[in-house]
């Protein structure tokens, strides 16, 4: 079993989860609450817990799992913030910044599959 609190991967999949809860999702609108800024948050939020969840599992290929459960989320926010920024919710700055850092997780993600899948 790993501490996630220990992996950077996990870090830097919370700092983005606390952005888009605190930065971008108060930007949307009302009436986006039940549907994108939803979406928005729970992909968010799913991307550290995958992780977690994952860090409590004994074997690599079960960590594995549950990390490309967090790709998916990974991609569910990058297609939620597309949406955000195209309706105008959000400026090009913001979400500029947020597909770097969500770029910054992505990668971070793939290279430790790409670790655990090639150390069986």
């Known amino acids: 079993m790993r501490d996630y609190k220990k ?3 996990w870090k830097r999949s919370h700092e983005l989860n606390m952005f888009i809860k605190k930065s971008i999702a108060t930007k949307l609108p009302l009436e986006e609450k039940y549907e994108l800024k939803s979406q ?5 939020l799913s991307i ?6 994952g860090c409590g ?3 690599d290929k079960d960590f ?5 459960n967090a790709l998916g989320s990974v991609n569910e926010v990058d297609y939620c ?6 309706l105008r919710y959000i400026s090009d700055d913001d979400y500029n910044l947020l ?3 969500l770029n ?5 993600i793939i290279g430790f599959l790409k670790f655990l899948r090639e150390n069986k």
């Open 7 to 9: 992996l950077e991967v």
């Open 40 to 44: 928005l948050t729970r992909a968010a």
């Open 48 to 53: 550290p817990l995958n992780i977690v969840e």
């Open 57 to 59: 599992r004994f074997t």
């Open 64 to 68: 594995a799992h549950f990390l490309d």
């Open 81 to 86: 913030a597309l949406c955000a920024m195209e």
């Open 99 to 101: 597909n770097s850092n």
């Open 104 to 108: 910054e997780v992505r990668a971070m």
